[in-house]
């Protein structure tokens, strides 16, 4: 049954010549898992917050959109409000109320429910989430993904019959934005519930979507099964770039077809179809220095008495010249670790030198000049001028070697600009004061695929001259891509460390889906690129379209 | 079997202002002197053996104030002492020790008030007055540890990208300031979202409903009953009591009311101790069961 029809819906926001949603049409089935993508700017946002009437901007529209066969303009108050719920993106803000159970009930109240079947209802969702244990809590000490759990929950406790998410997961780490994802999936397969959810991080919701649109440019330009929609776009690397790493692969290496779109379909269709007597491409080891660049000695830091430690004997060189990816789960201190070496916090027992010189040797924060620059999480915190050009004038950053066009940015205020673009813009910033080492906290965070490639192309750049760039992550294919070393932080300390391929091949979850793929049929691929390549050395099996004969089968 | 603080926060807030104001509203040492005395049971049996600082500096307090009143307050027939040619007498000084009694007497309630309402349950009975008000103290209640966190971040932030550059104050100060009116937008900023959040849940279409975590239950309403019953007593008792300090120290007051009265305010001031020794007494037997 159709629960949603867009007809032929332009959209311009007033002031602007070109619609943000231009000429849209589709329909949604009740009971569909629908992932929406496309770069940023693309009118993803705009086109969700067009199917809920109390979210949608003020502008010229035309066309239209039923729900459930009537207008959106004809809903009532009440079902409008409580038939279609809406998701956004930052788990802090979209938050109203101080404690979970009140959130929890905010929708609800809003309605005008008796006060018995608000009880029924949160205590029934609270299970239904494990919310249950936190469910007296202050809002404000959850975490990140916990909250936008909340979220999701306080939403549906109004009993939607469509669920539109705007980017959920982009301010999440990987393992609870699978969690949440997981919870969708759930969602769409118990309650049968309709879900519209734009992402840009494709690798663990197009496996299990029904149905993949891609926007650009307003417009929609596709609309199909997820398999289906991938072969199509073979052309358009910028798009496939953020898809998951099996159907990159597929669609590297065949022209049609139904690409495999999860781990397990790609670990087969590379065992159906390619020899693998080829078992490693040669790694290039890359040259590094023996000097240190920042050296930490039996660091241990916790932040009171009675604590735990967070970080418990640290011991870790990073040398001149390399950038070096510091990854690990929640909790195992690798922010710790960055914020001791920026001077943030202290450790109580230990060393911490910086290219050879003790941190309390660096008086009167000569630390933070031409030395060390940290950029935090949330690089919204770096800005406190109103357009990017007086952020960027009041430090006196030099643009004109940096790897990115700002010129269209300047005028904007810095907490306008896209993920990628704060991301960009703060770090040219923090480069002003010409550090020679550089710190990074999860910098990938809610970028999209393609804006995490620039970002990684800045990064090579600026190593080639010189600087010396640490980063903590989750992101493994972003290290996988561009660590000349890897290292796992466990339990406040460094487990072990190694160059991304061996790292990686060495781990088995804890590392990239083409290495998990790959696994006992290649020995050392972790990116898409060496996958390829193995395949291409390798030969198919049938023998029809290989580039070199197998020398053994 | 609920302790004391697990009743309605309505029940608790009007017998905490029913002990305090029956003291508060008369001058009277029977009452003075059973409040003190019950304030400090109750708040030995809640805290038990912590918080003993607490009981040093109110100890401290409470002389202070007894010996105040007399060396500045010279009323009163009966002359201890003669201090630098100031008499210091008897009726001044039990003066100031009821006025100390009475004081500290309702320090303790206080304290033991605040210790049992939390934030959740002065939000609850605000709700009952205005649910809009609640709702707004609500958010503001979240918005406060958001914009503390989000200080303490963007200071972090600066100070590793060298903002404060100098060790001096007034580069600091600077430094502060500037972040403070960064501060400023990104609430703002943030309020846009939250109001979002909030018409995407239909708030604002019609009467809401406030929900809560608290009943009344036959056992508040129990309390409540005897809470009023006992206050009404006490006010009848106290209202035939008059008490006077100076010149003598005089009582007239007839006696049936007085004593009445008196022991209807004992009893009040027990209420929660009782409750609280019932609930420790049937743990006791219930665990001994076990």
């Not at chain 1, 009740?30 to 502008?59: D, H, N, Q």
């Not at chain 1, 040398?319 to 914020?339: P, Q, R, V």
């Not at chain 2, 609640?134 to 903002?163: C, I």
């Not at chain 2, 943030?190 to 239950?217: E, K, L, P, Q």
Request: neutral net charge.
């Amino acid at each position: 049954m159709e629960i949603l029809a867009v007809e032929d819906m332009t959209f311009t926001y007033p002031k602007c010549s070109k619609p943000a949603v231009d000429g849209v049409s589709f329909t949604v089935d009740s009971g569909s898992f629908i992932v929406l993508c496309g770069a940023t700017g693309s009118g993803k946002s705009t086109l969700l917050r067009m199917l809920k009437r109390e979210l949608s901007p003020l502008g010229e529209l035309s066309g239209e959109v039923r729900f459930c066969g009537k207008p959106l303009a004809e809903l009532s108050e009440r079902s409008a409000a409580a038939d279609i719920g809406f998701v956004m993106q930052s788990p802090e803000q979209q938050i109203v109320t101080d404690k979970v159970w009140h959130e929890l009930a905010f929708g609800l109240e809003n309605l005008g429910v008796p006060q018995s079947d608000i009880a029924r209802r949160t205590a029934e969702m609270a299970s239904y989430f494990g919310i249950g244990a936190w469910y007296g809590k202050d809002t404000s000490e959850l975490s990140g993904g916990q909250k936008q759990l909340l979220s999701l929950a306080s939403v549906l406790v109004m009993q939607p019959k469509l669920l539109i998410l705007d980017e959920p997961t982009a301010q999440l780490d990987p393992i609870a934005a699978a969690d949440f994802i997981a919870t969708l999936k759930r969602l769409n397969q118990e309650l049968g519930l309709t879900i519209i959810m734009a992402e840009h991080r494709l690798e663990d919701v197009v496996p299990v979507c029904s149905r993949l649109m891609v926007m650009e440019n307003g417009r929609l330009i596709a609309n199909a099964p997820a398999e289906e929609v991938i072969v199509s776009l073979r052309e358009r690397p910028d798009i496939l770039c953020g898809m998951p790493a099996a159907s990159r692969l597929y669609a590297k290496l065949e022209e049609q077809g139904r690409s495999p779109l999860s781990v397990r379909d790609g670990r087969k269709y590379i065992e159906e179809n390619f020899f693998n007597s080829v078992r490693a491409v040669k790694v290039e080891k890359s040259e590094v220095s023996s000097t240190p660049a920042l050296e930490y000695k039996d660091v241990y830091f916790r932040y009171s008495k009675n604590s735990p430690d967070i970080l418990s004997g640290l011991e870790l060189k990073v040398y001149k010249g390399e950038i070096f990816c510091m990854l690990g789960g929640n909790g195992s201190g690798k922010t710790t670790s960055l914020k001791a070496a920026a001077g943030l916090v202290k450790a109580y027992s230990g060393s911490i030198k910086v290219f050879g010189k003790k941190l309390k040797d660096y008086k009167n924060r000569s630390l933070y000049r031409e030395c060390l620059a940290f950029l935090p999480q949330d690089v919204q915190t770096v800005f406190l001028k109103n357009t990017v050009k007086e952020e960027l004038d009041e430090v006196g950053a030099d643009i004109s070697g940096f790897p990115f066009d700002f010129s269209g940015l300047m005028d904007k205020h810095p907490y306008d600009l896209s993920g990628g673009q704060q991301q960009l813009t703060a770090l040219a910033k923090v480069l002003a004061a010409k550090p020679k080492l550089l710190l990074l906290d999860e910098p990938t965070k809610g970028l999209d695929a393609s804006a995490k490639l620039e970002f990684m192309g800045v990064l090579r750049k600026l190593r080639e001259n010189g600087t010396t760039v640490v980063v903590v992550t989750h992101d493994v294919e972003f290290a996988a891509l561009c660590a000349d070393r890897c290292a796992l932080f466990f339990g406040g300390q460094i487990v072990s460390a190694g160059g991304p391929a061996e790292f990686f091949s060495e781990n088995s979850f804890y590392t990239t889906s083409i290495s998990r793929m790959t696994r006992g049929i290649f020995d050392n691929a972790v990116t898409v690129e060496a996958a390829v390549e193995l395949c291409r050395l390798n030969g198919r099996r049938n023998g029809s379209v290989s580039d070199k004969k197998p020398t053994s089968a | 079997m609920r302790s004391f603080s697990e009743y309605n926060p309505i029940v608790i807030a009007v017998f905490f202002f029913s002990v305090a104001g029956v003291v508060m509203f008369s001058v009277n040492p029977a009452f003075s002197s059973v409040s003190l005395a019950g304030a400090v049971l109750l708040f030995t049996v809640m805290n038990g053996r912590k918080r003993l600082k607490l009981h040093l500096w109110l100890f401290t307090l409470f002389i202070i104030l007894a010996l105040a009143n007399p060396l500045v307050s010279h009323n009163g027939r009966t002359v201890l002492f003669v201090l630098n040619d100031n008499p210091v007498t008897l009726e001044a000084l039990l003066y100031g020790v009821n006025s100390a009694a009475m004081l500290v007497g309702t320090i303790y309630w206080f304290s033991s008030f605040t210790h049992i309402m939390t934030a959740e349950k002065l939000l609850y009975i605000t709700g009952a007055f205005s649910p809009k008000i609640s709702l707004v103290l609500s958010m503001a209640l979240r918005f406060v540890p958001m914009f503390r966190t989000q200080a303490k971040k963007v200071s972090d932030a600066q100070k590793a990208m060298g903002l404060f550059k100098e060790d001096s104050i007034i580069d600091d100060i600077r430094g502060y300031m500037r972040i403070f009116s960064i501060l400023i937008t990104w609430a703002l900023e943030n309020g846009i979202t939250t109001a979002d959040s909030m018409t995407a849940r239909g708030y604002g279409i019609g009467r809401r409903t406030v929900f809560s975590r608290f009943r009344f239950t036959a056992a508040d309403i129990v309390f409540l009953a005897v809470n009023i019953i006992l206050l009404g007593v006490c006010s009848f008792g106290g209202m035939n009591m008059h008490f006077s300090f100076y010149p003598d120290i005089t009582l007239s007051a007839e006696k049936i009311p007085a004593i009445a009265g008196t022991s209807a305010y004992i009893l009040l001031v027990l209420m929660p101790v009782i409750i609280e020794t019932e609930v420790t007494v049937k743990w006791k037997y219930l665990q001994s069961k076990i």
